[in-house]
């Protein structure tokens, strides 16, 4: 295990190859089409029924239809994306970047990344795969067979229920990865990790929106001290009278999250009802969520512990509200006890008492002991005058706080020249001045701590010299709420098009107020805001994910034919001998015999392509079908005119179709790119195709499952 450390942080963003781009900007104008056509469609038609009960932020697998409204609206954005223009940028450290993605791509070795820190540990796979089977041998055991079945189904059970199973998705199968405790003691010797379970059940996304309602009310009605964030910590700590009198217990509990039972998350819902109302659905609901498998080679693995799968696992959409509410009714206990001198947030705890040393000692045991009533082991100190809590050290003796940075751990900031949108690089440096100042109780600790920060500023490239300016609270300002739609292209420095300035002129150009839609789509409805493309960690996760599924592959795994065509057939094999190939972008090249005129057309196929060209050639011969692609009612016209005619075909290019992994279908998103940027390879193809949504993402609903 070797540690490696970038220098630069892995948000870093390097310039985007031109085909990546516009597939990225492509996917993004889809998505703002098909918006825009669902709320045109409902103003245009108020009598269509519209859904009363919660969809719980899933959106509709449905296609809207076209809006003649629209018509010249994305006509005008399809061309905006043909005309966008590049140029080559190149820069010192946009250059490091793309030599170490090189030097990455080629490794032969993963990178494991630290836990709390910015380090990376190259591993050989063997390694890593060892030291994740003994982690996970530790915390779990082999599940059955159907358990991922009987999971499955009663996630469909609840959102059909809630009317809502033809928008919600099967589980993903998502392999479990470590991070590594570098930051604990004796590391290199032994090496600590934290097992991270990233399959998150959908129906977690509705308990988290519960649990949000519940918790909110629960907190303010009980009074006790829940903290969201480092700011109420240090209002908690300004409020202390007399804090040279006082001394910290400071308190970490070990393994929260998967350590909460389901007993206990049931004892803490009941305290709650005592406050909030919760429905016997509601409390379903949350209990499900928390039913969920870890995958590892594709095998589910369950916690040995417990029963029925349950398992609190850290990343999950409502961990964090789950260890809150938790959290919350064992800090009742400790309230009506201590008062609001004790505090939590998630699994980290604070108190201070004006006692005496041996009465610290003695409260100490006596938290201790209301953990251990609920099944709870915390790592506890007393009687400290100083305490480093979560990003900040809090000193009772000179009544002062300020910034605290984990050891080992370097500070890494992105970078001036990053590939990130303008107004998040102008931000960076006022708001890491904005947070070391509010970390800092004066100007003389801003001062005494700010070189790290300013040395780790400079180092990125930024000219910003950090000053102490205390935050003084502005007046509110009443927003008025509209319904906004945003535009999120994508930002990359070598676009010399101005994508947003084109994009507003395209709005107002065609939502005059003449236009029956101007109402709803105007400047002050619709809006821009950029997104940025793949980062530093995005190209380690997926070299980290191709490394382990290529060493997963074993001898004995059945390789699927490349051509399933007879013997005696071969030579004429439509794909050159890989016609059973599946995933793919495919060309027609059709050519007529009178004139040796040639027509292009371009598809795709997520089955094998011997499937789709059986398709095909049915479409030429069945008359009924000659109008199910632009190719069939070519063909047809040629028959009409009597034009004898041969058909070619060839593979374009290898994607993966829509998986509830990835979320992404690469393959429509490819077959899209050619349609609109390589129109010569596709001469008999539309552009009304790039506005139609994937077909394939529809068959990991749960509302496909029998």
């Given amino acids: 295990m070797e540690r490696t450390n970038l220098g630069y942080s892995i948000k870093n963003i390097p310039i985007a190859h031109p085909a990546e781009y516009l597939k990225r900007l492509i996917e993004q104008t889809g998505n703002l089409i098909e918006r825009m056509r669902w709320k045109a469609l409902f103003f245009l038609n108020p009598e269509i029924p519209q859904k009363d009960t919660s969809t719980y932020g899933f959106k509709t697998r449905n296609s809207p239809k076209a809006v003649d409204e629209l018509k010249q609206f994305e006509d005008k954005l399809l061309t905006m994306i043909q005309s966008v223009q590049f140029e080559e940028r190149s820069h010192q450290f946009q250059s490091k970047l793309n030599k170490d993605l090189k030097v990455i791509k080629n490794s032969d070795k993963l990178l494991v990344k630290a836990d709390k820190t910015t380090n990376f540990y190259s591993l050989d796979l063997e390694s890593y795969e060892k030291l994740i089977e003994k982690n996970i041998t530790k915390a779990y055991m082999k599940a059955d067979n159907n358990s991922t079945d009987k999971i499955t189904i009663e996630d469909k059970k609840i959102a059909k229920q809630l ?7 099967i589980t993903a199968k998502k392999e479990a990865f470590l991070t590594l405790k570098d930051h604990k003691e004796n590391f290199m010797n032994v090496q600590t990790c934290r097992l991270i379970n990233p399959s998150k059940p959908e129906i977690g996304k509705i308990s988290k929106q519960i649990l949000e309602r519940i918790n909110a009310v629960l ?4 009074g006790v001290n829940q903290w969201k964030n480092t700011a109420s910590v240090i ?5 202390i009278p007399d804090k040279h009198e006082h001394s910290f217990i400071i308190f970490d509990i070990a393994e929260f999250y998967p350590s909460i039972t389901e007993n206990l ?3 803490a819902l009941n305290f709650a009802s005592r406050y909030v109302h919760i429905s016997e659905e509601d409390k379903h609901i949350i209990v499900h969520a928390k039913r969920s498998l870890l995958y590892n080679d594709n095998t589910p693995w369950r916690k040995s512990k417990t029963k029925d799968s349950f398992d609190v696992t850290m990343g999950s959409y409502d961990g964090a509200e789950t260890c809150e509410l938790v959290g919350t009714y064992i800090l009742h206990d400790l309230t009506r006890k201590y008062g609001n001198k004790i505090g939590l947030y998630r699994d980290d705890g604070l108190a201070a008492f004006q006692t005496k040393p041996k009465q610290t000692e003695n409260i100490k045991k006596e938290i201790c002991a209301i953990f251990k009533k609920h099944n709870l082991s915390i790592t506890i100190e007393a009687n400290k005058k100083t305490v480093e809590y979560l990003d900040i050290t809090l000193n009772l003796t000179k009544g002062t706080h300020q910034p605290y940075m984990k050891p080992n751990n370097t500070l890494l900031y992105v970078h001036s020249e990053s590939n990130h949108p303008p107004s998040i690089i102008r931000n960076i440096p006022a708001s890491i001045n904005k947070r070391l100042s509010n970390l800092s109780s004066n100007e003389k600790i801003f001062n005494e701590t700010k070189y790290l920060y300013q040395k780790a500023l400079n180092d990125s490239g930024y000219k910003h010299t950090l000053k102490y300016e205390p935050e003084t609270r502005p007046t509110q300002k009443r927003n008025r709420s509209r319904n906004i739609v945003w535009y ?19 709005v107002n150009e065609s939502f005059p107020k003449s236009n029956i839609l101007s109402k709803i789509f105007n400047r002050n409805t619709v809006k821009i805001s950029y997104s940025c493309m793949s980062n530093v960690s995005t190209a380690i996760t997926s070299h980290n994910k191709y490394l382990i599924n290529k060493g997963r592959e074993t001898k004995q795994s059945a390789k699927t034919k490349e051509c399933t065509c007879p013997k005696k057939k071969k030579d004429t094999c439509p794909m050159q001998g890989k016609c059973n190939t599946s995933g793919i972008v495919y060309q027609a090249t059709i050519t007529r015999h009178d004139n040796k005129i040639e027509e292009t057309y371009v598809g795709l196929t997520a089955t094998s392509f011997k499937l789709r060209y059986s398709n095909h050639l049915q479409s030429f011969k069945n008359e009924r079908r000659k109008n199910e692609t632009e190719l069939s009612k070519y063909v047809w016209t040629l028959k009409d005119l009597n034009v004898a005619y041969a058909i070619s075909w060839k593979t374009l290019k290898r994607c993966k179709p829509y998986s509830n992994l990835t979320k992404r279908c690469n393959l429509c998103l490819h077959e899209k790119y050619i349609i609109m940027c390589k129109p010569e390879k596709c001469t008999l193809n539309k552009r009304s195709e790039l506005s139609s949504s994937c077909r394939h993402r529809k068959k990991f609903l749960l509302s496909t499952i029998p």
């Fill in 163 to 169: 009317e809502i199973d033809n928008r919600v998705e």
């Fill in 219 to 222: 907190i303010k009605r009980t």
């Fill in 235 to 239: 209002d908690w700590f300004n409020k």
């Fill in 488 to 506: 999120n292209p994508p930002y990359s420095k070598n676009v010399i098009t101005n994508i947003g300035k084109k994009f507003l002129q395209i």
């Fill in 265 to 267: 998350l049931k004892k």
